[in-house]
């Protein structure tokens, strides 16, 4: 792994296949670090001929922290999304954006294929409404244009999302996270347990940021949706989401993938919202192709 610095900021990243080849760069979601990204997926696509590199948003993992941004006030953020306020956040996902594109220019990629999940996705929808010319191609994966109409998530992904370890302490953060697995994880490409309890406590360890978190949950809470630009953008696209997401509905995929023109839509069954080995699997054969039809 290794460091640079984009937008003024210091990202962590890891690359994996000769940089010669087509670089496809993997966006991760909310308080998901780079380690997220299976490193047999990555292997996957290098595999095919790519380059993969993944990265740690800021905020996150290893990247640079912003905490002289403080933490947001998330009661008044929603305050002012209902109201029709000006929301006051640390920065925007516009600015996580202008950061790949800062990454990209410091690898000295002139364009490349863009991977994003959750909020991922919506960076890369962003990549490729602000960046065009810096995108081979556009996968956005659990994702959604941020359009307001558009199903909550259940009632159970809600209430976990906005609960909290019972303490700071290593164990009740892993605790937590099985947790949360349990309810917004893929039920078709569930996580074998221990691996999972390995996993998170292997993230925990490498860095715990929980304000980090709050910082780029309230960067998504107020994006605007890109309902009205995502029509402009001719990215050759790939939409991925699954049936049984409770946090993303599949709506939410359905409505990118109508978005976009020319778009495909890949929905899975038994996909919830999570990364499990055996997930990206299943992942890895519906994006290859893609990928490989727009070098």
């Known amino acids: 792994m290794a460091k640079l610095i984009s937008n003024n900021l210091s990202l962590e990243y890891e690359s994996f296949g000769a940089p010669s080849d087509p670089t496809v760069i993997l966006i991760a979601g909310l308080g998901f670090q780079l380690i997220d990204w299976p490193t047999e997926f990555c292997e996957a696509i290098a595999a095919q001929n790519f380059h993969v590199v993944r990265f740690d948003n800021r905020d996150i993992g ?39 594109a800062g990454l990209m220019d410091g690898l000295e990629i002139d364009a490349a294929h863009m991977v994003g999940m959750s909020m991922g996705g919506m960076i890369a929808q962003l990549m490729a409404i602000f960046y065009p010319e810096k995108l081979h191609s556009l996968t956005s994966i659990m994702s959604s244009s941020g359009n307001r109409h558009l199903p909550p998530s259940t009632p159970a992904a809600t209430s976990v999302l906005m609960s ?16 949360v697995n349990d309810v917004i994880g893929s039920p078709g490409f569930r996580w074998n347990r221990d691996a999972l309890k390995d996993h998170i406590r292997a993230c925990v360890t490498r860095n715990y940021s929980p304000s980090g978190y709050l910082r780029q949950y309230a960067a998504v809470m107020a994006s605007n949706p890109r309902v009205s630009e995502l029509p ?20 939410a995929g359905e409505d990118t993938a109508r978005l976009i023109p020319d778009a495909k839509l890949e929905l899975v069954d038994g996909m919830g919202h999570d990364l499990s080995p055996a997930l990206c699997v299943h992942l890895a054969d519906l994006l290859i192709p893609h990928l490989a039809a727009n070098r």
């Open 232 to 251: 402009g953008v001719t990215t050759p696209t790939l939409v991925i989401h699954g049936k049984d997401d409770p946090l993303v509905p599949y709506a």
């Open 164 to 179: 909290a370890p019972a303490s700071q302490a290593v164990e009740d953060v892993v605790e937590f996270g099985l947790q």
């Open 62 to 100: 290893l990247s640079q922290k912003l905490e002289e941004k403080g933490i947001p006030d998330m009661v008044r953020l929603m305050q002012q999304l209902q109201t029709g306020e000006a929301p006051t956040v640390p920065y925007h996902l516009s600015d996580m954006a202008a950061d790949v």
